[in-house]
């Protein structure tokens, strides 16, 4: 495995080295739109460009101060974007918390409030909220996949260089996934 690739213990590291060796092939597929007969419209992304977009997210994070130990809380709809935030935050050593919004207002709070994260990177539609939900308030950084405004910043600012960093070794007890569901 690539020097670059190592990081023992960390499920990113065997995604990465896959995209290194078989960049064209598809690495996800969504369907978008389909009828009773077949897929109409799908996005998808081969493995290569899956392992540009974590790169650039991982320079991101660097970037904006999220390091490994830390918790983000990823919240928007399923998309590639979802799979490369979780992929670039496992390498990172940064543990992804994954909320289910159908839960209610008092479970989510509580989630909020138990997960503890440095970070939030959501939809706008959940963080105009933010001045409502309290434990939005202790997070400190915020990131939206629609367009940044006040306090919220636009998730083009978590794309950095797409250049290559080593992946985080990651240990027995290392939590990478948290998932409050209901």
Request: proline share 4%; charged share 25%; aromatic share 10%.
């Amino acid at each position: 495995m690539n020097e670059v690739m190592e990081g023992k213990g960390n499920f990113a590291s065997y995604i990465l080295s896959h995209a290194k060796t078989n960049p064209n092939h598809k690495a996800i597929i969504i369907p978008k739109k389909w009828d009773d007969q077949r897929v109409l419209e799908q996005e998808e992304m081969t493995y290569g460009e899956l392992a540009t977009r974590v790169h650039s997210l991982r320079n991101g994070f660097a970037n904006e101060g999220i390091q490994a130990g830390d918790r983000v809380v990823v919240l928007f709809p399923v998309c590639i974007d979802l799979y490369a935030v979780i992929i670039a935050l496992w390498a990172s050593g940064i543990t992804a918390v994954l909320i289910d919004t159908g839960m209610g207002a008092k479970r989510i709070k509580l989630s909020l409030e138990t997960a503890n994260a440095k970070a939030v990177i959501s939809i706008h539609s959940f963080l105009k909220y933010r001045f409502f939900l309290r434990p939005l308030w202790k997070i400190p950084k915020k990131f939206t996949r629609d367009k940044g405004w006040f306090l919220v910043k636009p998730f083009e600012r978590l794309l950095g260089a797409p250049k290559e960093l080593p992946v985080v070794d990651r240990k027995e007890l290392d939590e990478a996934l948290i998932t409050f569901t209901s």
